[in-house]
């Protein structure tokens, strides 16, 4: 992406590894929504830099054509030995791992010296160019994070693993026990998801292995609430057909009167946030 709006195709030079470097030869790439949200103009710079032109992709699967010794040994994340064939998920960002937020072990957002993040920064001026999962192949630097696929999963399904780390992080965060007064989130406990796109219907599932109760999907297209309630929702509700007044009342309905004791608010959209304030039961959490 050389500018907002604007995609080209242009041609870098394949590069070369080393002991602690390695290539992989992309499978397939998610679209995220930042991506989007780059492409429309909305942002056009990160930490103080430009993002253009931007290496896009960094939702990625890949197999490995080329590894160094050192990173066949100490990339993956549970400590399996890599080798040439095996598909891989890329973690994002490469943090400084010495800054105050990285030894206590803050998320990625918060490194004051992140050295890059794949698909977003540097940008593809800057050697070896090929760090973002819409290129053919794709440099993988030192101190980067792998996550070998296992062989029976599908690249379809395994594309989706940035996405449900992003689930699963979420719900992590929502599941802080606070016995004496009930709040945070459990097992058997109501959830409420708004906006059921792929980050919405990814919460779901997280949701429903943590064994939740009752589960209602929100969303303005009925595609997405299908998809929804084939894989968690009991219930659906078209936003379309009612007013937030409404949703909130019917979704309080279902719920007791009460209201669910987790809101999933994944619309991205500031109306539906407000929302999610206004249809958890008192105490819950969004």
């Given amino acids: ?37 780059i492409f429309k103009g909305d942002a056009t710079k990160i930490r103080g830099k430009s993002l253009f032109p931007m290496p896009n992709g960094h939702e990625m699967i890949g197999t490995i054509v080329e590894i160094g010794k050192d990173a066949a040994k100490n990339m993956e994340a549970d400590g399996k030995t890599l080798k040439i064939g095996d598909r891989v998920a890329v973690a994002v960002e490469i943090n400084c791992g010495k800054c105050w937020y990285c030894i206590n072990q803050y998320d990625n957002t918060t490194c004051e010296n992140q050295v890059m993040a794949y698909g977003i920064h540097p940008t593809a001026d ?3 160019h090929l760090r973002g999962g819409f290129a053919e192949y794709m440099y993988i630097f030192p101190n980067s994070i792998l996550f070998k696929i296992p062989e029976d999963m599908p690249t379809e399904v395994a594309v989706f693993v940035e996405e449900m780390a992003v689930a699963y992080s979420s719900l992590a965060r929502a599941t802080q026990p606070y016995p004496a007064i009930k709040e945070g989130f459990g097992p058997g406990d109501s959830v409420a998801v708004l906006g059921n796109g792929p980050l919405g219907i990814l919460h779901g599932i997280m949701a429903k292995i943590q064994g939740v109760g009752m589960m ?5 297209a009925d ?19 009612m007013s937030s007044k409404e949703r909130i009342q019917k979704v309080k309905d279902l719920t007791g009167g009460i209201g669910p004791d987790l809101v999933i608010e994944a619309a991205g959209e500031p109306e ?13 959490t969004v």
């Fill in 126 to 128: 800057a050697p070896p």
């Fill in 223 to 241: 595609r997405r609430l299908e998809m929804a309630k084939s894989l968690y929702a009991d219930f659906t509700i078209n936003a379309t057909r």
């Fill in 216 to 220: 209602i999907a929100t969303d303005l």
């Fill in 1 to 37: 992406m050389t500018k907002p709006g604007v995609m080209e195709i242009r041609t870098y030079p394949y590069p070369k590894i080393d002991s602690d470097t390695a290539i992989i030869k992309i499978e397939m790439c998610g679209i995220c929504g930042t991506d989007k949200h």
């Fill in 272 to 284: 539906v946030f407000i929302e999610a304030l206004e249809t958890v039961r008192k105490g819950g």
